[in-house]
Every structure is written in C-alpha cells, then in structure tokens.
C-alpha cells in the first residue's frame, strides 16, 4: 500500500504543477505539417514611431525657396513714326532706280523719230496694260498727237516733257486730297473726335494700313483711338492692337469673334470721345457676300457710329496690283459706303500705275495715300506730281 502511494504522489505532483504543460501538448498536434524543404520567412518588423536619439540628424524636406525679387519693368519703348512729308519722295526714287515698265515703254515709243500709226497703237496697248482705263488713254493719246504734229517734237527730253504735263493732268493736281480730320462740335461747345471708317474687302491690305494710317496721324502729333469692328476675322483685332500698342494708341475690341461690329465702333468712338482723342480709326469687316448684306452691314456702322460722331472720312482699300478687276468691288463699297477717299496698296514697283487715273475717274472720289512697301511708315499722301515723276523716272 505505502508503495502504491509513493507511486502516486510524483504523478500527482506532475499533473497539478504541469497542467500548462500538458495544455500545449494537444495545440502542437493540431500545427498544420509543412511539406518537407519549404522555407518559413520570419515575420517583418512591425513599423515603431520613434523619436531621433541623442546626436541623430534628421533631414527635414527642403524649405521652399523664397520667391525672387521681380525688378519693375521698365515701360516699353514707343516707336517714333517717320513725318509723313516727303514720304512719296521715297516712292519716286524707287520707281526711278527700278525703271518703271509703264513710264519706260512710253517713253521708248514717243522717243523715236517719226511715229506711225503702229507706234500710236503700241502706245494705247500700253497705257491699258497699265490699267488706265479706255476713255483716259484715248484723252492722252489725243493730246500728244496734237501737240506732237503741231510742235514738231522730236527731241526725246521735250517728247518726254510733253508726256508729263499730260498724265499729271489726267491724275488731276487740283483734287483735294486732304484727310478730313475735323469732328463735330458737341452741345457743351467741345470738338469731338474726327471718325475715319475704312473699308475693303480682305486681302488688300485694309488692317494693315488702318495700322500704317495710325502712325501717319500719330506723327502729325494726332491723339489716336482705334477701333477693331472687322469681328470676322480672328487674327485682325489682334493685329491691329499690335499696330497700336508700338506707338501708344489703345485700341477698342470685342472678346468674341462675331460680335456686333457695330456695336464694337460705337464703343471706340465713345472712348475717343472720353478721352479727347482726334481721331478715331475703325478697321471694317472686309466680306462682300453681296452687296444688299454689305449696305446693311455698313449702313448699321454708320446709324450707331453717328449718335456719338457722324464719320467724317470713308477710305476704301484697294490692291492696285488686281487693277481693272478690283473696280468692280470698288464701285460697290462706293456706293454703299459713301466713300470720300482711296488708299491704294502695293503701288510701288508695279506696271499698273495706271489704276490711280482709273479709279479716280470711275469712283468720282481722290486718291488720298499710296501704300509704299512693307514697312511700317510706308504709307504716304498722295502728291499727282511727284507720282507721275516716279513712273517717268525723274
């Protein structure tokens, strides 16, 4: 019996001091057997926010940079437009040194000894080459026969002499030629500002010569505001601003192609009006669709443009190198617009001088600038005689 309980007592002993012991023993059966060779990645470190050990840097996100001073821009520089006077000069010294084809042919025909009725007809195919017209090339042939029978001219510099009091009558030296460049008085006694409205149809130059009329006026010491009613076209308020902005005009825009052109004169008139500007330049839309939306186009212009100052000059743009067949453009916008002047473009150089004679003649109006070049001060007044000087090369 006492060898039983010695038995016992160990067994017991185990079992109340090692019952944790014999909890883990069924757990460990029931691990999941992992094939043999696989191998068991220890666990990653839990991540620990810690804060830096005595003498630890930690780099901080750079700062950001303080902004760089901007200096102040210095205001731009305006151009300073050539004076108009004496600008045409520069048109006869170019046609004089290139030889121009119209003067050059003439005088090769008048300069030969005795002309028969050959040389007569050369010399009409060569003035209506030239875009003349048939009625005054017929005027000018008439006179130099007379004169050349009767005076017995043989003498090239007197034929030559003869040819020049000629066509310098048939381009007319008394037409005025001048930019009406008054405005209306208004009720408080004021001046208001004078309104140009130029016209034409696109491609002749009409934003560009707007741009080179402003320059000719601020030259004059004229005070100039510019209008951008030409809402058609995408790139012609932004071309006329840049026109402006060199010599320091503002210019009045829409910030929507296709807004009202009208809408966008009256606007620039009535900011030449609070400024106390002279003149008001408004560049025109250049379509000719037909000529019934062309005259409600231009004539809405006209009514909206009046309540704050009746223009006081419509220019009409014309391409002199289309000659004859830019006339019929022309005798719409006259008739529509009223036209009271004409600028010709890219007159220098070209064999159709002729033109001028031709649409003064058809339009009843003068012409009043030429356009000389490319250049930006290559817009000038119109002088009959030192034109003709350059076709003849004087």
């Known amino acids: 019996m006492n060898d039983v309980l010695l038995w016992l007592i160990p067994l017991v002993v185990v079992v109340a001091g090692g019952g944790t012991a014999a909890l883990l023993v069924p757990r460990a059966r029931r691990r999941r057997q992992l094939p043999p060779g696989t191998v068991v990645e220890p666990p990653a470190p839990r991540a620990e926010t810690t804060t830096p050990a005595a003498g630890t840097t930690v780099a901080e996100p750079p700062a950001p940079e303080a902004p760089a001073e901007v200096a102040p821009q210095a205001p731009p520089v305006l151009e300073r437009p050539e004076p108009a006077a004496g600008r045409l000069v520069r048109l006869r010294d170019r046609l004089a040194r290139s030889g121009s084809p119209l003067g050059a042919r003439l005088l090769a025909v008048l300069s030969r000894d005795q002309l028969t009725e050959d040389d007569w007809d050369e010399l009409e195919e060569t003035l209506l080459l030239a875009d003349i017209g048939a009625g005054p090339a017929g005027e000018l042939l008439d006179a130099l026969r007379t004169r050349v029978r009767v005076l017995g001219v043989s003498d090239p510099q007197a034929v030559r002499g003869l040819l020049r009091e000629e066509l310098v009558k048939l381009v007319d030296p008394t037409l005025d030629r001048s930019l009406h460049l008054t405005g209306p008085v208004a009720e408080d006694g004021t001046r208001k500002p004078a309104v140009m409205l130029v016209v034409g149809v696109n491609g002749t130059g009409k934003t560009t010569t707007v741009g080179k009329l402003a320059r000719v006026l601020v030259a004059e010491g004229k005070d100039v505001v510019l209008g951008a009613a030409d809402t058609f076209r995408a790139a012609a308020a932004d071309q006329l601003e840049t026109w402006g902005s060199r010599v320091g005009v503002p210019t009045v ?24 500007a002279d003149v008001v330049l408004v560049d025109t839309a250049g379509r000719l669709q037909n000529k019934a939306g062309l005259m409600d186009e231009l004539g809405k212009i006209t009514r909206v443009v009046s309540r ?57 109006v003068p012409v009043k600038l030429v356009g000389l070049g490319e250049g930006p001060d290559d817009l000038a007044p119109f002088d009959a005689e030192q034109f003709v000087d350059g076709i003849l090369g004087a």
């Open 308 to 364: 704050e100052a009746a223009p006081s000059e419509v220019l009409l743009v014309l391409d002199a190198t289309t000659g004859q067949n830019g006339m019929t453009q022309a005798r719409v916008f006259a008739e529509v617009a009223g036209v009271t002047g004409i600028a010709l473009t890219k007159l220098d150089g070209t064999a159709k001088g002729g033109i001028v004679v031709a649409v003064q003649r058809e339009l009843g």
């Open 253 to 276: 825009r829409s910030d929507r192609d296709g807004a009202d052109p009208a809408a966008v004169a009256f606007d620039a008139v009535r900011r030449g009006v609070a400024d106390g």
